[in-house]
């Protein structure tokens, strides 16, 4: 893959007005994308602007979410309802699991032979749709409950395991019908209007990040300012720096050819960890 160097927490512009030159090559624009990935990784979390629905444990009249800078919030739910159940039977386990993409079922039978089936919301929007393909595999049956025929798959609770051999597992999303008044109280926190508390699992729907920095194709100009704090920025262009310039003077990284650039990667990643206690400050909050 051609690396662009155009957007991120630095781009090609941003970092050669840090050094003050015009620096244009490919392993430099594959180092500032590499930066860029690695820095996200290690912070475990996606630094540009994104929506997301999030389960969060409550106990207290403040929300804290693990991805920031909160920008708008479109719904927070504290009840929970049951949507559908799922269980298995004819075999010698069958457990069930959900993530934010998806279900998967799980069954092993008197042979030892494991069978997985993934079960995508992407596919199977609704939960009517979502039941009715469970019911067409063999073993498994699933039935909606209260009339939650068109809730949407997308907003089920995930869920690391459940076991459905012989009993049902209940799979819940959030009550639609009272969602939670809130004020956004920092970046990353939400306080509950009227000092009322979360409590249990609470459901919220909202976007957060920065507007990434975006430069021209040549690097020659800063087409979107963006608005990723400057002290970040310049983290990622010092440990960019330390890179081109230890390149400089290591033959196996001189000695990389185009497109293979395994070892630039590997001393990239040992720049961001030796930068992690200034990284740390824009960390996911979960960390």
């Known amino acids: 893959?051609?690396?662009?160097?155009?957007?991120?927490?630095?781009?090609?512009y941003l970092y050669n007005r840090f050094i003050d030159d015009e620096l244009d090559t490919e392993i430099l624009r594959y180092t500032i994308d590499q930066t860029n990935d690695?820095?996200?990784?290690?912070?475990?979390?996606?630094?540009?602007?994104t929506t997301y629905k999030e389960w969060v444990e409550g106990n207290c009249q403040y929300l804290v979410l693990d991805n920031y800078p909160i920008t708008s919030v479109r719904l927070v739910s504290s009840t929970t309802q049951n949507l559908f159940t799922v269980e298995n039977t004819g075999n010698s386990l069958a457990t069930v699991s959900s993530d934010?993409?998806?279900?998967?079922?799980?069954?092993?039978d008197s042979s030892a032979v494991e069978t997985e089936t993934e079960l995508l919301y992407a596919t199977y929007t609704n939960v009517s749709d979502l039941v009715d393909a469970i019911n067409l595999i063999a073993g498994w049956t699933a039935e909606v409950l209260s009339n939650q025929d068109d809730a949407l798959?997308?907003?089920?609770?995930?869920?690391?395991?459940?076991y459905a051999l012989g009993e049902n597992v209940y799979f819940v999303g959030p009550y639609m019908g009272a969602d939670v008044?809130?004020?956004?109280?920092?970046d990353s926190t939400l306080n509950s209007i009227g000092g009322g508390y979360f409590v249990g699992n609470v459901f919220v729907w909202y976007t957060a990040g920065y507007t990434l920095p975006i430069c021209s194709e040549s690097g020659g100009e800063l087409t979107t300012a963006g608005?990723?704090?400057?002290?970040?920025?310049l983290v990622a262009n010092t440990i960019i720096k330390e890179v081109m310039n230890y390149r400089d003077e290591d033959g196996n990284m001189q000695n990389e050819s185009i497109g293979d650039f395994?070892?630039?990667?590997?001393?990239?990643?040992?720049?961001?960890?030796?930068?992690?206690?200034?990284?740390?400050?824009?960390?996911?909050k979960s960390i």
Not at 269 to 276: E, L, M, P, Q
């Open 1 to 12: 893959m051609t690396a662009k160097a155009t957007t991120g927490i630095t781009n090609l």
């Open 38 to 49: 690695l820095i996200a990784k290690k912070c475990a979390r996606t630094f540009g602007s």
């Open 100 to 108: 934010e993409d998806g279900i998967t079922l799980l069954s092993i």
């Open 153 to 162: 798959t997308q907003l089920i609770r995930p869920m690391a395991s459940g």
């Open 181 to 186: 008044r809130v004020s956004i109280e920092s």
């Open 227 to 233: 608005n990723v704090p400057e002290a970040l920025t």
């Open 262 to 284: 395994n070892y630039t990667r590997h001393n990239i990643t040992s720049a961001v960890d030796r930068h992690w206690k200034d990284l740390s400050l824009w960390a996911r």
